[in-house]
C-alpha cells in the first residue's frame, strides 16, 4: 500500500524555521515529481512547491520564494520543504503529494498528484 507520511509540523513564532519531511513507503517515487500544498482555515488548498523527480528542477508559489526550499532524497524516498522566514500567513495544514506521470513534467497544478499525505499542521504565531 502507497503511504505519504509527513512530519515536522509544529507551533513557531514568526521569522523563525521548520523544517517538514515526507516518508514514502509501499512504493517508490523516485521517478514522479513530488510537491507541497497547503490549505489554511475557510481556504482552498494551494500549491506551495514542487519538485522534478531528479529534484532538477524546483518551482515556488510567489509567496514562498526566497524563503521555502523544496528538496528530496531519492536514496530515501522523502521529500523536505525548509521553511524560514515563516510569517503567521503560512499557518496551514501542508501536504506532500506525488504526481502519477513517470518522469513528468512538474504541474503546479494538483491534477496530476494522485498520492497524498495526511498532512503536518504549521501554526506561525507570536
Known amino acids: 500500500q502507497v503511504q505519504l507520511v509527513e512530519s515536522g509540523g509544529g507551533l513557531v513564532q514568526p521569522g523563525a524555521s521548520l523544517r517538514l519531511s515526507c516518508a514514502a513507503s509501499?512504493?517508490?517515487?523516485?521517478?514522479?515529481?513530488m510537491g507541497w500544498f497547503r490549505q489554511a482555515p475557510k481556504k482552498e488548498r494551494e500549491f506551495v512547491a514542487a519538485?522534478?523527480?531528479?529534484?532538477?528542477?524546483?518551482y515556488y508559489e510567489d509567496s514562498v520564494k526566497g524563503r521555502f526550499t523544496i528538496s528530496r532524497d531519492n536514496a530515501k524516498n522523502t521529500l523536505y520543504l525548509q521553511m524560514d522566514t515563516l510569517k503567521p500567513e503560512d499557518t496551514a495544514v501542508y501536504y506532500c503529494a506525488a504526481s502519477n506521470r513517470y518522469r513528468g513534467t512538474v504541474s503546479r497544478d494538483s491534477t496530476p498528484y494522485t498520492s497524498w499525505g495526511q498532512g503536518t499542521q504549521v501554526t506561525v504565531s507570536s
Open positions: 519538485i522534478s523527480w531528479s529534484g532538477r528542477s524546483t
Open positions: 509501499g512504493r517508490t517515487f523516485s521517478n514522479n515529481a
